[in-house]
């Protein structure tokens, strides 16, 4: 069972990024998936959310700006991030829930 990030990098504030997580070992159509982040010394915080079903939802720090979507067929869910801030600076980690599962994650720097 593994969820593998990718996507992460340097953006200057403004741009965007798509960051992916491939998922193996579990039946993934089955399973809500979310991406949380996190700034080291700072609590994992929750970004967005979607069901099985394709349902959405989304802190309120980014709604507006970033977009979760899956692909069932390729056992991917992504998060493409829009207008970044330097504030979103943090690394980046998917979740499944069945198992719930986390990934190694990914560094997303927002720097000028």
């Known amino acids: 069972v593994q969820l593998v990030e990718s996507g992460g990098g340097l953006v200057r504030p403004g741009g965007s990024l798509r960051l992916s997580c491939a998922a193996s070992?579990?039946?993934?159509?089955?399973?809500?998936m979310a991406w949380y982040r996190q700034v080291p010394g700072k609590e994992r915080e929750l970004v967005a959310t979607?069901?099985?079903?394709?349902?959405?939802n989304y802190a309120n720090s980014v709604k507006g700006r970033f977009t979760i979507s899956r692909d069932n067929a390729k056992n991917t869910v992504y998060l493409q991030m829009n207008s970044l801030k330097p504030e979103d600076t943090a690394i980046y980690y998917c979740?499944?829930?069945?198992?719930?599962?986390w990934g190694q994650g990914t560094l997303v720097t927002v720097s000028s």
């Open positions: 979607i069901t099985s079903g394709g349902s959405t």
């Open positions: 979740k499944s829930n069945f198992p719930e599962v």
């Open positions: 070992g579990i039946i993934f159509s089955i399973n809500h």
